[in-house]
């Protein structure tokens, strides 16, 4: 049951890489020098499903559905007496230790929510600041039950026929394989895990600063460079707690884009695209060292790690009327590089495996800037909403989401 560990990684799409946004819909300008901005981003998903390697979708719930077998029966029998002596009937009876009794089922289901203040400046008239602090709220709801096969009713009969004569061990076997999903969580509790439950906790996420320098502008074709750190400010995974994701990943990012515009004459309408590359630091953070044979009865350690760097690109047409109407259509590509764990080979084969992360995604904007209008005079205060919908097209190793994204920003 230690794969349970990933059952929530779908929050990585909100943790670890500063504030949620529509990557898509990057844009060349910046502030008016000494003109503020103060936008408040929200940002809300519901996932139950997430990648494999290969693209398949595949059930968050999926690691939790896995069969009991005779072995682990045996091996989780603390008496060892009577594990002795269950082993030995498995061997008199015939039974094979990989042999399934039954199998549990689980429905796993991650509603994540932020909300991020988000103070714009512009420094000069070509160069623009920015800091974000995400607020996170995460809640996982985990159902586990068990239903027992015919091997395993098979099992309770061998023990009780008159043959046997093994009434108690029968009654004992029939009440493990009933309570098979207590017992595990009373393995869990034994080893310092949370049990398996429900899950919910708010708190902030990692720091992001940047700064944004429009390098070029002309009628036709404009261009700006953005690089900043996004600060590990935010909660790491709790290694005692399989349904838990961080907030933050841990450790350092710099980060760097480039992009660039090009206005279609006088008709409102925008080409942009930008390439982003992240460089994530190494750091250190306690893991538990899991391996293939054992996933629960393990110890936590101190290790360094260096997760992945990541690659943002993508392009849009974005459109913005003389009235303030704005809307948009984008497309963007994500690609995140395998972890690496510092620690022994079999615990970092299991901490490595399926890191390396990628995404398709359609992204569509429509919004409304009160700036034409304050231009004007109609308004007394300028201001600014959007509304943000991703999709994925395809994905390795990534939540499969519906992302809805509500900004709304006032300038002073």
């Not at 994540?112 to 800091?131: K, M, W």
């Not at 309770?156 to 046997?164: F, I, P, S």
């Not at 497309?331 to 299991?350: I, M, P, Q, S, T």
């Amino acid at each position: 049951m230690g794969r349970l560990f990933w059952i929530v990684a779908c929050a990585a799409a909100f943790g670890g890489a500063g504030v949620p946004r529509a990557y898509a819909f990057e844009d060349t300008r910046v502030m008016p020098r000494g003109v503020r901005r103060l936008s408040l981003r929200m940002v809300t998903s519901d996932i139950k499903a997430k990648t494999s390697p290969s693209g398949d979708r595949m059930e968050l719930s999926k690691p939790l559905n896995k069969d009991l077998k005779f072995k682990d029966v045996v091996k989780s029998e603390d008496n060892p007496t009577k594990r002795n002596l269950t082993k030995g009937f498995l061997g008199y009876a015939d039974y094979d230790a990989n042999q399934s009794v039954g199998a549990f089922d689980g429905k796993v289901r991650t509603r994540v929510s932020v909300f991020a203040p988000i103070l714009t400046y512009g420094l000069t008239d070509v160069v623009t600041v920015a800091a974000a602090m995400p607020i996170f709220n995460m809640a996982t709801s985990v159902g586990l039950g068990f239903k027992g096969n015919a091997t395993g009713q098979d099992f309770v009969d061998t023990l009780a026929n008159g043959y046997n004569n093994q009434r108690t061990s029968a009654v004992d076997a029939s009440e493990k394989f009933a309570n098979a999903v207590q017992r595990l969580n009373d393995k869990l509790d034994r080893n310092g895990y949370r049990r398996l439950e429900n899950w919910q906790e708010t708190g902030p996420g990692d720091l992001t600063v940047l700064a944004k320098w429009r390098s070029f502008e002309s009628t036709y074709f404009q261009s700006a460079i953005q690089g900043g750190v996004v600060a590990p400010t935010g909660r790491v995974d709790d290694p005692d707690n399989l349904i838990d994701k961080g907030f933050g990943d841990g450790q350092w990012d710099i980060f760097q884009t480039v992009g660039f515009d090009q206005p279609i004459g006088e008709t409102g309408l925008l080409v942009n695209e930008f390439v982003r590359y992240t460089w994530q630091l190494p750091g250190e953070r306690t893991v538990r060292l899991q391996t293939e044979e054992e996933t629960i009865e393990v110890e936590k350690t101190n290790a360094r790690f260096k997760l992945g760097d990541k690659i943002d690109a993508g392009t849009s047409l974005q459109y913005g009327s003389d009235i303030g109407l704005t809307s948009g259509v984008g497309y963007n590509f994500f690609h995140k590089g395998e972890d690496f764990y510092d620690v022994d080979a079999a615990a970092r084969d299991k901490l490595e495996r399926d890191t390396l992360e990628q995404s398709h995604q359609l992204e569509v904007e429509i919004g409304y800037s009160a700036v034409p209008a304050y231009r004007r005079k109609q308004v007394p205060v300028p201001f600014e909403t959007k509304f943000n919908y991703k999709y994925q097209l395809a994905s390795r190793n990534m939540p499969i989401t519906h992302l809805f994204q509500l900004d709304a920003g006032v300038f002073f």
